[in-house]
């Protein structure tokens, strides 16, 4: 079994994507990225169309 490097690049590289989309939107970075290693672009899907958590300071 070979891995395709290419395609484990791209996965990171968009979970990375992801994590970066939850902190603009106040959201729980770590847990995104994680989501975002197991459904990859269903999860920045998810990111985009939810809408910004309100600050509460």
Known sequence: MQIDWY????????AFIN??????KSM???FWFLISLIIGPVATV?????KK????L
């Open 7 to 14: 395609r484990l690049a791209l996965w990171l590289t968009l």
């Open 19 to 24: 994590l970066g989309f939850a902190q603009i």
């Open 28 to 30: 729980n970075a770590r």
């Open 46 to 50: 998810l990111i985009v169309t939810k």
């Open 53 to 56: 958590e309100a600050n509460n």
